[in-house]
């Protein structure tokens, strides 16, 4: 029980830096999109990969910030039926849907690992002409964010049937 106590509190160690990064990341977006807006419309200025860095800015903060999210407990729940519940449903809740959203995110990895070797077969970049290179780069995001989901799910359920077992 030792050992498995230790391996969640690893794994939300790694969500929360991960979210601190993605909140850090945030204050990175503000500063581009005003830096890309000030310079439109006071030099007439912009750049296709400053655009482009915006949204490429956005993949983290999402694919970061949902396992944060769970991990602080600012997960979205049907609050006027989860309210009413006993505290013993509730952590029976926690526990199925904790294991319910690691299903599902693992999911996720399993269906994005093709879409994501083949933009790095292509070496995936912009379209754009002036864009960013390298969205080969961003895509791995993608499962390497669902994976953190279902392990941050996973800890969830697991820190939810302890409670259940030594309270219930």
Request: net charge positive; charged share 15%; proline share 4%.
């Amino acid at each position: 029980m030792i050992v498995l106590e230790r391996l969640v509190e690893a794994l939300e160690g790694a969500v929360a830096l991960l979210g601190r990064l993605a909140a850090l990341t945030c204050i990175v977006l503000v500063l581009v999109v005003a830096g890309n807006v000030l310079a439109r419309y006071f030099f007439s200025a912009g750049a296709i990969w400053l655009q482009e860095l915006e949204w490429h800015l956005i993949s983290p903060i999402a694919l970061f910030g949902m396992s944060y999210a769970l991990l602080a407990g600012e997960q979205v729940r049907v609050d006027v039926l989860y309210e009413r519940f006993p505290a013993g449903l509730k952590r029976a809740v926690e526990v199925l849907t904790g294991l319910l959203l690691a299903l599902f995110a693992a999911w996720m990895v399993t269906l994005s690992l093709p879409f994501v070797a083949q933009s790095w077969r292509l070496g995936e970049g912009s379209p754009n002409p002036g864009g960013l290179p390298f969205r080969f780069a961003l895509k791995s995001l993608i499962p390497l964010g669902f994976a953190l989901l279902s392990a941050q799910g996973l800890c969830h359920a697991l820190r939810h049937a302890v409670l259940m077992r030594s309270r219930g």
